[in-house]
């Protein structure tokens, strides 16, 4: 049915992007169960609020990248959950490395570049939210 399509979503689009992730990489989600279930390192996407640390200890210690995955939650309306990935995405220089899309939903992977580092290429697009829906 309809209900709950979008965690759906994200799921089956975060479980096939992981196998594209370069090793050594890690994965700062709402939800880092899963992608430890399928032998990625994950961790809360909280701890990307301090970019210090960030900056200073997974930068180094993961190779591969540091990767924030927009998903479910980063979706929602009205919700402090939504504030969060914002802040972070902010606080980061970003570029895209894997995207999905379908009707109101935009998940996606993206590489993190903490500020006070060389920049990447990119970094100034944002995941297409226009069409979010906002609750009055």
Same mark, same amino acid.
């Given at each position: 049915?309809?209900? #709950?399509? *979008? +965690?759906?979503? /994200?799921?089956?689009?975060? @479980? ?8 050594? &990489?890690?994965?700062? =989600?709402? /939800?880092? &169960?899963? !992608? ?9 996407? $909280?701890?990307?609020?301090? +970019?210090?640390?960030?900056?200073? $200890?997974?930068?180094?210690?993961? *190779? ?7 998903? $479910? ?9 939504? /504030?969060?990935?914002? *802040?972070?995405? &902010?606080? $980061?220089?970003?570029?895209? !490395?894997?995207?999905? @899309?379908?009707?109101?939903? =935009?998940?996606?992977?993206? #590489?993190? *570049?903490?500020?006070?580092? #060389?920049?990447? &290429? ?6 297409? =939210?226009?069409? @979010?829906?906002?609750?009055?």
């Amino acid at each position: 049915g309809e209900e #709950a399509w *979008q +965690a759906r979503r /994200d799921v089956d689009f975060a @479980r096939a992007a992981t196998k594209e992730l370069p090793p050594n &990489s890690i994965v700062l =989600t709402h /939800d880092p &169960s899963m !992608f430890l279930v399928w032998g990625q390192a994950a961790a809360q996407m $909280y701890l990307a609020e301090d +970019a210090g640390w960030v900056r200073d $200890y997974l930068v180094p210690r993961y *190779q591969g990248g540091v990767f924030l995955h927009w998903n $479910y939650w980063c979706n929602t309306v009205n919700d402090p959950n939504v /504030d969060l990935c914002r *802040q972070v995405r &902010s606080a $980061y220089f970003w570029e895209p !490395f894997r995207e999905y @899309r379908e009707r109101d939903l =935009t998940v996606a992977l993206l #590489a993190l *570049q903490p500020r006070g580092l #060389a920049p990447m &290429s990119s970094g100034k697009e944002e995941p297409d =939210t226009r069409h @979010r829906r906002r609750r009055p």
